[in-house]
């Protein structure tokens, strides 16, 4: 089962935008770069895509957005669950900019 990076929009999508998302397991760190308003945009993350018990860096558009311990919660776990495809199942979100 192969997983990767997904980013989901929380609010209305921006049309024409282009989102370049590079994900690097050694160093546990995600870079986005968004052509667009990145508003709402949010990173999807587990197991299969980071080392969850390691510390996480995301950054936007060269700035750092998030560093800790990736956050997981029931919510965003059922909420992918609903797409039934199992590898698109993720465990927490990092939402890149406010929506």
Known sequence: MAHGLLLARLAEPELNAIVDARL????????????????????????????????????????????????????????TALANDPGRLYAGRIELAPR
């Open 24 to 79: 690097d397991r050694d160093a546990n760190r995600i870079d986005v770069v968004v052509e667009g308003d990145a508003k709402g945009l949010a990173v999807l993350v587990g197991p299969e895509v980071c080392d969850m018990e390691r510390e996480l860096v995301v950054t936007l558009a060269g700035e750092e957005v998030f560093r800790g311990l990736p956050p997981t919660s029931w919510a965003t776990l059922v909420r």
